[in-house]
């Protein structure tokens, strides 16, 4: 018998060693060690919910979402951190990792930590749109999808943000 999270909207999912990590609509984490037989709620110390985007960097699980900026914890849950110095746009949708940096995407651009979300760094000049719905790297580059501009990428080793939309329509 399934128990712990019905009928909720589930925006995204994170692995860390056993453990699924899903962020929802209604309270915030949940976490099975089972393959979703059963459902746990870990939202101590998250201010608010829904709860749109998580990552996993080393030993750290990040959570961002509606007006509540970033959490995290590094201890499967039982305690969150908000790490949100210098992260001017509390509205998280996304979060990627390449290398050293944890890219979060927000309504306001993509940010940049190096330090496990400790400090921020907005590194979206050049970004036409800042409306950032979506990231994801492949190889040295940071792909954002925006809300009604289509696709921009970043390379590691590049100068700038550049759109991709060639043939997407």
Sequence with gaps: AQSGMTRNSVYDFAVK??????????????????YGAQWTPIKAGIRHSPVRALAVKEDHLFAGGWNSGVFSTTDQGASWTETNKD????????FASMDEFLFAGTLRGVFASVDHGTSWADISAGLFNKSIRALAVNDTFLFAGTNGGGVCRLNRYGTGWETVNTDLT
């Design 17 to 34: 060693g056993t453990a699924l990590f899903a962020g929802t609509a209604v309270q915030s984490v949940f976490v099975t060690t089972d």
């Design 87 to 94: 992260l001017t746009s509390s509205d998280i949708w996304a």
